[in-house]
């Protein structure tokens, strides 16, 4: 009996040297964890915001709201704003028309879609400002202006959305929507009160990558701005250029400030992705 009882009620030693084993490894995965985030991400950027500071509060705000800066920085911010928005529209229609239509040469628009990620970004650069420069071979010249900015932008953040939002149009059941259907609710209603409460939270984590990769955009911007002082000069060109003429304070400086409005703009898209998660 004693025997059987044992067997059915092991030692409360034993559980807890399993418990101290279960949370030996969590304490080792987190701790691996945090050095590898503040080895890859936490020191630099907190070394970027030291050096920014380093010759005072004074000092860095002078150097965030030079003229020139602040130049950049609204163009980039705008720009962000505008590829962002632009996206979380456009990838949402392509990954629906990936995932629900049919049509010749599907696999191919599929595979192009990855492109930017592939193609190093001076190289979309050029692509663009051949296509698009003087004497564009398709008539549209969007070179030196801000208009050819976002375009740029456009390119490279392509694939966020429309990767983030297809695994969710696969996994979502059809029949929903064909119940919807059947009690007499139009498309547009069906794809607002169901559809869209799904998709939610991947089209915001999706333009949220976005507006981040669009915000700190280099190569793919350098050739077809050219880089103009308060026309089409972007922060990551005018940090660059703070480097080369060896003002360190300035480029941090900016850097930080843009460091910031990413931020605030990642963590306000997340609360919106958890409120549209909690309520779908």
């Avoid at 860095?60 to 704003?81: G, K, M, N, Q, Y």
């Avoid at 995932?99 to 595979?111: E, L, M």
């Avoid at 429309?162 to 139009?186: F, K, N």
């Avoid at 002082?229 to 843009?258: M, R």
């Amino acid at each position: 009996m004693a025997d059987a009882t044992a067997t059915l009620h092991p030692p409360l030693f034993g559980r807890r040297s399993g418990l101290r084993r279960l949370n030996s490894g969590t304490a080792f995965g987190v701790g691996l964890a945090t050095l590898w985030m503040s080895l890859l991400v936490f020191i630099p950027l907190g070394a970027v915001v030291w050096r920014a500071q380093k010759d005072g509060v004074a000092s860095f705000w002078d150097a965030a709201t030079a003229p020139e800066a602040a130049a950049a920085i609204r163009l980039t911010v705008a720009s962000a704003l505008i590829v962002a928005a632009i996206n979380a529209v456009l990838g949402t229609l392509i990954a629906w028309v990936l995932v629900r239509d049919d049509f010749p040469g599907k696999r191919i628009v599929d595979a192009v879609i990855d492109l930017p990620f592939a193609l190093p970004t001076i190289v979309a650069g050029l692509v663009l400002l051949t296509l698009y420069g003087v004497n564009s071979p398709v008539g549209v010249e969007l070179a030196y202006t801000r208009a050819g900015v976002v375009v740029a932008l456009l390119f490279v953040t392509l694939p966020f959305v429309v990767r983030t939002v297809q695994p969710v149009l696969h996994e979502l059941d059809v029949e929903m929507e064909q119940a919807a259907t059947s009690l007499g609710a139009s498309k547009f209603t069906t794809f607002r009160r169901i559809v869209l409460p799904n998709l939610a939270p991947a089209i915001s984590a999706g333009t949220a990558l976005a507006f981040a990769r669009a915000i700190s955009e280099f190569g793919a911007t350098v050739l077809i701005s050219n880089n103009l002082p308060f026309k089409t000069q972007v922060a990551s060109v005018y940090i660059f250029g703070q480097i080369e003429a060896d003002n360190t304070v300035g480029a941090a400086a900016v850097a930080t400030v843009l460091l910031v409005i990413a931020l605030v703009v990642l963590l306000g898209l997340d609360l919106l992705q958890r409120w549209a998660a909690r309520h779908a």
